[in-house]
């Protein structure tokens, strides 16, 4: 079975302070997919990133980066300079071998940013 | 491109009442799949499908069925709905296991 964590369910920030939202997952596979989605208050998802298990390369976009670490099981998500929109709830999910690959979710954050 | 179509939008249903929720996607996506969402749980996986013809059960199957008769439609079926089932419900496709799923706007459903 496969599981994913997001242990901190709502923060909150003052816009222009840096976050950091944690995913912490367990898997049997060798081969699995990562992913973050935002849904922001009008309700939809909304694709973020996609890594793989074999790729441990960090990635910046913009005033988003993930650090994936296989040695800790996280995929962590940072936000560089918090704004308002930035709020909404934050979803990682993994993809595995089992379930014909379908996502297994954390519960999801709730990030709240002050103006 | 339309992408993912759910309908509908807002459901109020009576308990015991049967009703099917639709999804359709136009991007020739074999894999499909729907969700639920409650509150502090994340999205839960209710069945899903690999191609036409082919449907299997994922985390919280019971009280709902699904078909694939063709790849774009994808329809799950309330069989008699309970008040356990007021949820957000979302359909979603994937070209394949490794690309990431496009999800519908969702269906809100709400049973007394």
């Known amino acids: 079975a496969q599981k994913v964590t997001q242990a901190q369910t709502e923060i909150s920030v003052v816009e222009k302070e840096d976050v950091t939202l944690d995913c912490v997952y367990e898997?049997?596979?060798?081969?699995?997919?990562l992913f973050w989605y935002k849904q922001p208050p009008s309700g939809e998802l909304v694709f973020l990133i996609r890594?793989?298990?074999?790729?441990?390369q960090n990635e910046i976009s913009g005033r988003y980066s993930w650090n994936f670490q296989k040695s800790t099981s996280s995929f962590n998500f940072t936000i560089t300079a918090s704004q308002v929109v930035d709020s909404a709830v934050y979803f990682c999910?993994?993809?595995?071998?089992?379930?014909?690959?379908?996502?297994?979710f954390g519960g999801g954050t709730r990030l709240m940013v002050k103006p | 491109n339309a992408g993912v179509t759910q309908t509908p939008k807002f459901q109020v249903l009576k308990t015991g009442q049967s009703m099917t929720l639709q999804c359709a996607q136009d991007?020739?996506?074999?894999?499909m799949s729907w969700y639920r969402q409650d509150p502090g749980m994340g999205l839960r996986l209710i069945h899903y499908?690999?191609?036409?013809?082919?449907?299997d059960q994922g985390e919280v199957p019971n009280g709902y069925n699904v078909s694939r008769s063709t790849t774009e439609d994808f329809p799950l079926r309330l069989l008699s709905a309970a008040p356990s089932q007021t949820s957000v419900y979302f359909c979603?496709?994937?070209?394949?296991?490794?690309?990431?799923?496009?999800f519908g706007d969702g269906t809100r459903l709400s049973i007394l």
């Open positions: 979603a496709s994937s070209y394949d296991r490794t690309q990431p799923q496009h």
């Open positions: 898997t049997r596979d060798t081969t699995y997919y």
């Open positions: 890594r793989n298990s074999f790729d441990e």
């Open positions: 999910a993994l993809s595995g071998n089992n379930a014909g690959n379908m996502l297994t």
């Open positions: 991007m020739n996506h074999e894999y």
């Open positions: 499908s690999v191609g036409a013809g082919i449907t």
